[in-house]
């Protein structure tokens, strides 16, 4: 379901694979890493779910959801084997007061 969403935006969708900062946790399972995955699939347009409190106080919180705006790269980084810089997710509640990427 989720890879059809990401298809019909009809936009590049960005494979993004874990880094590991060990043998040990490039074995780990989803649950043994804290429900972190091993890769996932991101666009912009594409829905997404907080699941744990990043920055509470600005309303990042476990279960806020909003939509990918913009993903940056570094310059002339290879988006399979580098992680994006930076993905912009505007929060659906407006909560979140900075500088919002349009």
Do not use: M
Request: with cysteine.
């Amino acid at each position: 379901w989720n890879t059809r969403c990401l298809a019909s935006l009809g936009k590049p969708v960005l494979l993004c694979r874990a880094e590991h900062n060990s043998r040990e946790a490039s074995k780990a399972s989803e649950e043994d890493a804290d429900g972190l995955e091993q890769q996932v699939l991101i666009a912009e347009g594409a829905r997404v779910i907080i699941t744990r409190n990043v920055w509470t106080s600005k309303g990042s919180v476990n279960g806020a959801q909003g939509v990918v705006k913009k993903i940056w790269l570094l310059p002339g980084s290879n988006p399979q084997l580098k992680l994006p810089a930076v993905v912009f997710v505007k929060c659906d509640d407006g909560g979140y007061s900075a500088i919002v990427y349009e």
